[in-house]
């Protein structure tokens, strides 16, 4: 059964996969010790793991739509890579790319943990998502991107490590594409199917936790020691909430002052049957983009298909007919041999972007706490964080485990102001990367 979401489209990886039975909605009242909002990757590792140190608690997970069809089933489907981007604005500086480079290195350690756990599950629920480490690209098309990459594979390699780089011949030997002048590779990415991953996870919760479907949350507030939660149709006390519905927490009142919502889209091909070769001698790939603001990622699939992610749009989700477009246009500058090729899924995802690239994270007040803004890598380290977050309304950790190492978010103008500041930053960013940002 499907049932819509806040989106216009639906999530291509949930339409390839077999039709799933969602939890009922929630109807009545209940009271319970946990409340989570949003069965992403973050709610449900939030609500497993409070299980796992609280067995004797009651824990409620909602969610307002379908699992599969939430932002955790229409990403690209990439996790664990240590290749950061650099902003083309600074991408001339000398020690750019070392500063970056270090910055992700922090990141890593949440990203490796979360990975674990994925992988871990994966393998304990026999979960059919394809989570494998196939490794990535990142690619550039202008020389000043393709020098900031040389410049990171030269830091990488005083930190020990391999970032080995590739021409423009090589490239296209393994990817099909000579759109890109040159790009480096990490082994360490795993890619995978974002829908099936998510399902399976939501459908392995154990049975204990409550569980519910197409349950909005249209207000929050605290009654005394607890907190009450309004659905359409039913009334939730409880002792704690956990925000972790990412985007839509702004719709609650929450990080309107932290976080800023950008809709990103995505296409997948037909399967190309012979004409896979095309995409190169590689069985499966994936590639992201050098560029910050306006680049593409892509994906050949193991079942011969090719996905391009790009473009994005403030606050609100583009008409399908202006995306397949535009998306066509960026996969046939990729592949012109392949013009003839159409898209059979496109779809958008929202994801949530910070100043400054710390995650909106932590307790707000007594008893409500809350994991949001990812800035587009929220599998690995959304799953660390919501593990963290358990320790943390469990009383297991301190706060400043998490907002010590990856900081805090930086405070945004309201609006007009905020949308002209984030236009204009983009704009600067796509202007001084050129090619790239195409």
């Known amino acids: ?142 020389e000043r991107a393709a020098a900031a990459l040389l410049r990171m594979s030269e830091s990488a390699s005083t930190q020990g490590r391999t970032l080995p780089v590739y021409k423009q011949d090589a490239l296209e030997e393994l990817t099909g594409t000579c759109f890109y002048r040159l790009a480096i590779r990490s082994e360490s990415t795993h890619l995978f199917q974002p829908a099936a991953l998510v399902r399976g996870l939501a459908d392995h919760l154990p049975s204990d936790i409550v569980f519910h479907e197409g349950t909005t949350v249209s207000n929050i507030e605290k009654v005394g020691e607890r907190w009450h939660l309004t659905c359409p149709q039913a009334r939730i006390s409880a002792r704690n909430v956990i925000l972790a519905n990412n985007a839509f927490v702004k719709l609650l009142g929450y990080g309107k002052d932290r976080l800023v919502s950008l809709f990103t889209y995505v296409g997948v091909t037909e399967r190309l049957g012979n004409r896979a070769r095309l995409l190169g001698s590689l069985p499966e790939w994936g590639m992201t983009s050098a560029q910050r603001a306006g680049g593409s990622t892509l994906r050949r699939l193991s079942d011969g298909r090719c996905m391009i992610r790009s473009l994005y749009s403030y606050e609100a989700e583009l008409k399908e007919s202006v995306i397949r477009r535009r998306l066509l246009d960026r996969f046939r500058r990729r592949y012109p041999h392949l ?42 380290k959304g799953t660390a964080l919501g593990r963290r977050l358990a320790e943390l309304v469990a009383g297991k950790v301190a706060q400043e485990t998490v907002t010590g190492p990856l900081g805090r978010p930086g405070w945004l103008p309201p609006e007009p102001f905020r949308f002209v500041g984030v236009r204009g930053t983009a704009m600067y960013e796509e202007f001084r990367a050129g090619a790239d940002a195409t």
């Open 1 to 142: 059964m499907y049932r819509a979401s806040t989106y216009q489209m639906r999530s291509g990886w949930n339409a390839m996969l077999p039709p799933r039975i969602c939890r009922p909605a929630l109807n009545g009242k209940l009271s319970v010790d946990h409340a989570v909002v949003g069965a992403g990757f973050t709610g449900l590792a939030v609500a497993r793991r409070l299980k796992e140190l609280e067995p004797e608690t009651d824990i409620l997970i909602i969610d307002g739509g379908t699992v599969g069809e939430n932002a955790s089933g229409r990403n690209s489907g990439f996790s664990g890579s240590d290749l950061p981007t650099v902003s083309m604005a600074s991408a001339s500086r000398a020690d750019a790319s070392a500063d970056a480079l270090s910055k992700q290195n922090v990141i890593a350690v949440f990203d490796a943990e979360g990975l674990a756990w994925l992988k871990d599950l994966v393998a304990r629920y026999g979960i059919d998502c394809g989570l494998r480490q196939v490794g990535s690209f990142k690619a550039a098309v202008s």
């Open 339 to 380: 013009a003839d090729i159409d898209f059979e899924y496109v779809w958008g995802g929202v994801t949530d972007v910070t100043r400054g690239g710390a995650p909106f994270w932590g307790e707000l007040e007594q008893g409500l706490f809350i994991s949001a803004g990812y800035n587009g890598s929220g599998v690995a």
